[in-house]
């Protein structure tokens, strides 16, 4: 790896990839920068498996913990924070180690984010209007008419993204395909920075995952849904898709035995890390594989 070159560490959930930014970062000046879409949020510190303060007390981390969890937290807005963290790095001569699981973040920090407007709720209420009726197939049937260079280029099986794509025609009058060829060049090029994919056995993940929601109650996950429930919970927040979360409040509201919400969340985790495997093996062909768990790292390979 090159010595001033930034570090991307991509992985599904539990597959150490604090362990080995931690173990980089003894051997390099750096920084650790989040790039987990629910490790920003204030409340989450045990339920997310944030780093605790013996981490924290190794090597200086950003965007942990600073966003409010009533605060909906896009991915732009996540680029500008890591735009402001790369630049105290360059000041400070410190290397960023980027990390999270999130891959929508890296894929919008190599690749770029196209600035769309926001989609207004009545042109969501539109939409909504028009699948109820119609059905969420006449989203493509729409864009193969009005936009059929849109229309071409994504899944026009896949309703979401369809609807998606209509609603920024209707909202800006200019198809999805034209806002992503406009895209700005990206934060970080994926020839400027170190990137580092994560694999594991699937057993050996799993068997973690476990492991880890047993430590995250015993440590205080149900103290923070308990917090969550009493003053802000709203399932339509992002913040409250943290995994876990709706399975522990379930239990608090007295739905459902500790023992049944806790393995139901331990599902949802594993579920969780297969589509997160899946989603990097499609997209992270190029980066380098490193299998966990990893033993004498060479030195040579960061420095």
Not at 37 to 54: C, D, H, I, K, N
Not at 64 to 83: C, E, F, I, K
Not at 186 to 196: N, R, S, T
Request: hydrophobic share 40%.
């Amino acid at each position: 790896m090159s010595d001033n070159k930034p570090i991307l560490i991509a992985g599904p959930t539990a597959s150490g990839k604090s362990h080995l930014a931690l173990d980089i970062a003894q051997r390099v000046d750096s920084v650790i920068i989040n790039a987990d879409a629910l490790q920003v949020y204030q409340g989450w510190s045990v339920l997310t498996a944030r780093p605790t303060e013996v981490d924290l007390a190794q090597a200086p981390h950003a965007l942990y913990g600073h966003v409010s969890m009533t605060t909906p937290y896009s991915v732009g807005a996540w680029l500008r924070d890591v735009q402001s963290c790369l630049a105290d790095c360059r000041q400070n001569g410190q290397r960023p180690i980027i990390i999270g699981g999130t891959g929508l973040y890296f894929l919008a920090l190599t690749q770029g984010l196209a600035e769309i407007p926001a989609i207004s709720s009545e042109i969501r209420g539109e939409a909504e209007a028009l699948a109820a009726k119609h059905g969420k197939g006449i989203f493509a049937d729409h864009l193969e008419r009005d936009d059929a260079q849109t229309h071409a280029r994504i899944d026009a099986l896949n309703p979401a993204r369809t609807q998606r794509a209509w609603e920024v025609l209707r909202q800006t009058g200019v198809g999805l395909s034209t806002w992503q060829d406009n895209t700005p060049a990206p934060l970080i090029a994926p020839k400027d920075a170190d990137k580092i994919h994560l694999l594991s056995d699937t057993d050996w993940l799993n068997a973690r995952i476990e492991q880890r929601f047993d430590q995250m109650v015993d440590l205080g996950a149900l103290d923070e849904c308990r917090a969550a429930q009493d003053s802000f919970w709203d399932e339509t927040l992002p913040s409250c898709k943290a995994i876990g979360a709706k399975e522990l409040i379930s239990h608090l509201k007295g739905e459902c035995e500790l023992t049944q919400a806790i393995e139901d969340a331990k599902v949802q985790t594993r579920q969780y890390a297969k589509r997160q495997r899946s989603w990097f093996r499609g997209r992270m062909s190029d980066w380098q594989k490193l299998h966990i768990p990893y033993n004498n790292l060479d030195d040579t390979l960061f420095l």
